[in-house]
Antibody, heavy 124, light 109 residues
Framework: QITLKESGPTLVKPTQTLTLTCTFS??????????VGWIRQPPGKALEWLAL???????RYSPSLKSRLTITKDTSKNQVVLTMSNMDPVDTATYSC????????????????WGQGTLVTVSS | QTVVTQEPSLTVSPGGTVTLTCASS?????????PNWFQQKPGQAPRALIY???NKHPWTPARFSGSLLGGRAALTLSGVQPEDEADYYC?????????FGGGTKLTVL
């Protein structure tokens, strides 16, 4: 059974750096074809893809946010960490992580299992 | 910056059929964009429905189907059930980057 859970601060101040952790179970990030993605959703708005990291340490970022994002993995701890710098009130959103598959049968990225997300508010 | 556009809202009667579409600002959507579709109900995480245009996940009800239609990705619901009322999002791949559509709010009335 695949599960993912996001953790991190619920409130950050403008200009601060946000660090979020995705802790997962039911799969390993050392398995070929497996990755973890991050997605966010401002209240009442649409989903926005942020970043992806694969088992081979291949990393992908949203072009519009690339300069502010860093994604890393700790395979031994079953964790993926996302940092976002220079936070602004417009970054207030629910941040979610998702198990991602990649391969001939799946294509480049299929996010098939999602965590419940964690709401991050940016305010002074 | 690529924009992916969906119908903001659609209404369908129970038992009816509805098609949601997903268009790209840059060019026609093709299988090379590996369209994915997600369903999201209020207060819940998104649930994956369709991947690589038309493939279903094990949990995807048979009434959901994906296709390419007139240069867009499409999600068709046949025999709509009241529990299908939700927001639906498409996701397209652009050579390493992923872009979600703005979502369609489907009302079953």
């Amino acid at each position: 059974q695949i599960t993912l859970k996001e953790s991190g601060p619920t409130l950050v101040k403008p200009t601060q750096t946000l660090t979020l952790t995705c802790t997962f179970s039911g799969f390993s990030l050392s398995t070929s074809g497996v990755g973890v993605g991050w997605i966010r959703q401002p209240p009442g708005k649409a989903l926005e893809w942020l970043a992806l990291i694969y088992w081979d340490d291949d990393k992908r970022y949203s072009p519009s946010l690339k300069s502010r994002l860093t994604i890393t993995k700790d395979t031994s701890k079953n964790q993926v960490v996302l940092t976002m710098s220079n936070m602004d009130p417009v970054d207030t959103a629910t941040y979610s992580c998702a198990h991602t598959k990649k391969g001939p049968s799946w294509g480049p990225a299929v996010m098939n299992y999602w965590g419940q997300g964690t709401l991050v508010t940016v305010s002074s | 910056q690529t924009v992916v556009t969906q119908e903001p809202s659609l209404t369908v009667s129970p038992g009816g059929t509805v098609t949601l579409t997903c268009a790209s600002s840059t060019a026609a959507v093709t299988s090379g964009n590996y369209p994915n579709w997600f369903q999201q109900k209020p207060g819940q995480a998104p649930r994956a429905l369709i991947y690589t245009t038309s493939n279903k996940h094990p949990w995807t009800p048979a009434r959901f189907s994906g296709s390419l239609l007139g240069g867009r990705a499409a999600l068709t619901l046949s025999g709509v059930q009241p529990e299908d009322e939700a927001d639906y999002y498409c996701l397209l791949y652009y050579g390493g980057a992923l872009v979600f559509g703005g979502g369609t709010k489907l009302t079953v009335l």
